[in-house]
């Protein structure tokens, strides 16, 4: 492409690991850094070891070694969004002007709205204990508008919180490392 040739592959992980570690480096001991990457769709976690080395020339040389990369393919930020859409969709469907109606997430336009308006949520939630969420003529001129507290969201993504650390262990595991091995 460039001109250059490619010796290696790396994914963003370890790219952003490398040069992470190279500025952070300390001279005299090997430093371990986790990143910790929650995506979309998948959450990823690499540990690296930065050390300085001198080499037969005498010369002090900066090195990074990947020492584990681990995986969770099936949990990403997405998953807390169908959390959310799974609360909207039940409020919805559970006003006295839809019952007895269909479900909302039958309607492809609505289901995207209401994702539309669960990275908004997210976001407020993030830094706020509560929030009123409305999503005007959300489906046959019905217009959704309650208030939604942050720990019943909390609640429900119960389940995902506790799958957040089993990358980082498996990775920490992976590294022969321990949580107080990371600096």
């Known amino acids: 492409m460039a001109g250059l040739t490619v ?14 570690g190279l500025e952070r480096m300390d001279k005299d001991k090997p430093v371990h850094i986790m990143f910790y990457n929650m995506g979309g769709q998948d959450t990823e976690v690499a540990i ?5 080395v001198t080499n037969e020339k ?17 949990l990403g930020g997405g998953e807390f969004d169908d959390v959310l859409v799974n609360i909207m969709a039940d409020e919805f469907n559970n006003m006295k002007e839809r019952k007895g109606k269909d479900d909302v997430r039958k309607n492809i336009r609505a289901v995207k709205r209401l994702y539309k308006e669960a990275s908004k949520v ?4 993030s830094a706020n204990k509560n929030m009123i969420i409305k999503v005007p003529e959300l489906l046959d001129y019905v217009t959704l508008k309650f208030t939604l507290e942050r720990a019943f969201y ?4 119960e389940a995902l919180f506790s ?19 990371i600096d």
């Not at 010796?7 to 992470?20: C, D, G, R």
């Not at 909390?154 to 993504?157: G, L, M, N």
């Open 58 to 74: 005498k010369k002090t040389v900066e090195m990074v070694e990947i020492l584990a990369e681990t995986w969770d393919k099936t």
């Open 122 to 125: 997210k976001d407020t939630l």
């Open 48 to 52: 690296a070891k930065y050390s300085a």
């Open 7 to 20: 010796l290696q592959m790396v994914h963003e992980n370890v790219a952003a690991a490398t040069y992470f």
């Open 154 to 157: 909390e609640d429900k993504c």
């Open 163 to 181: 799958r957040v650390a089993g990358p980082a262990q498996q990775a920490l595991e992976k590294a022969g490392l321990k949580a107080s091995d």
